[in-house]
């Protein structure tokens, strides 16, 4: 596949909604796979809401009286696993640092870069194939820790890694982590499917109320939706970027990858997201009827500075540490 540039997904855009979120908080809790568990199975990253905690059910943007977001009326959260350094030669670990993506407002720290498209990035198509926004109460996943074959993370289409030349230069996609250090950190991404069953908020795998009828990577709109699944909901896509240039000096020439998600795993295919509703009110169906509406908001959704963004936080819930060079990854226990 060819390298993309950030500019060259930006500049002829003029569809979809994107926008920043800040880091909210980084701990063991996971209130999609994991409701209720305090801490649970590995370490997250997770902006959004300050509803945020480790059981979360109903209409989350009530419950919440902050976001990280830039978009001020979205307390969904979002979250991924956590990038970890493991040191070639004493087996430590050490937090990957988050940094903010290119062409965020301005403030922006650490987090995520968010899209809710309606069609692609060239047409939003509302009227030709109306998008219904989610439920309250909605949550789902994509892909799973527990992909160890390359033919099952092919599969995952669009859970996708960049070796980053720079902020502006994201280098080919690929399915696994990169080989050899990136000059600008490591650049990760995870569409969700777009296809809802029109029934379920959730299911026992949190993925089969979904039905994904994209087959190739990238920015494309969702062919029509099966009968099984007949509801067309927005593109919701994650971007985060990974601050792996510090490690580079640690990485030896020739060496294997170094990098681990949480759950530790024995390579990159195991990466996946999870999200939870909580735009407030009817929002985002407004944004989504908007034709039109990328960066600026729709014109219908108040934006707010990244400095009152960066206000919202959440208690330590867990409190276990991190960060710093740890002898195993929170949660697993420590080799003999």
């Not at 289409?157 to 502006?168: A, D, E, F, T, W």
């Not at 959704?301 to 002898?327: F, H, R, Y």
Request: proline letters at 9%; a neutral charge.
């Amino acid at each position: 596949m060819k390298p993309t540039s950030i500019l060259a997904l930006i500049s002829p855009v003029q569809a979809g909604l994107r926008f920043g979120c800040s880091s909210l908080t980084i701990q063991r809790l996971d209130p999609v796979v994991d409701p209720g568990l305090s801490p649970s199975a590995h370490v997250h990253h997770i902006v959004g809401g300050n509803a945020f905690n480790a059981t979360m059910v109903g209409d989350v943007a009530s419950r919440a009286t902050c976001t990280t977001c830039q978009m001020s009326e979205d307390f969904s959260n979002y979250w991924t696993a956590v990038l970890y350094f493991k040191h070639p030669t004493n087996g430590s670990y050490h937090r990957v640092p988050v940094m903010a993506n290119g062409a965020l407002a301005a403030g922006t720290t650490g987090g995520m870069t968010i899209y809710y498209t309606q069609y692609d990035f060239s047409h939003d198509m509302v009227k030709e194939q109306p998008v219904r926004a989610f439920p309250q109460g909605f949550r789902m996943t994509v892909g799973s820790p527990a992909t160890q074959q390359l033919s099952q993370a092919k599969a995952h289409i669009g859970l996708r890694y960049n070796c980053l030349q720079s902020l502006g230069n994201r280098g080919p996609e690929m399915v696994d982590f990169p080989t050899k250090p990136c000059p600008a950190g490591i650049f990760t991404v995870h569409h969700f499917p777009a296809c809802w069953d029109g029934k379920n908020l959730d299911s026992p795998d949190h993925q089969s109320h979904m039905y994904n009828t994209i087959s190739r990577d990238g920015f494309m709109n969702a062919p029509p939706c099966p009968a099984s699944h007949p509801v067309r909901m927005p593109q919701v896509t994650y971007e985060t970027v990974w601050n792996t240039t510090k490690f580079n000096s640690l990485w030896p020439s020739g060496a294997p990858n170094p990098f681990v998600w949480s759950f530790e795993g024995s390579s990159g295919y195991g990466t996946h997201a999870d999200y939870m509703f909580g735009w407030k009110g009817d929002a985002l169906q407004r944004a989504m009827n908007t034709s039109d509406c990328f960066y600026d908001g729709c014109g219908s959704i108040t934006k707010q500075p990244m400095s009152e963004a960066n206000k919202c936080t959440v208690k330590d819930m867990v409190g276990e540490d991190t960060l710093g060079w740890l002898p195993a990854l929170p949660g697993r226990p420590v080799p003999a």
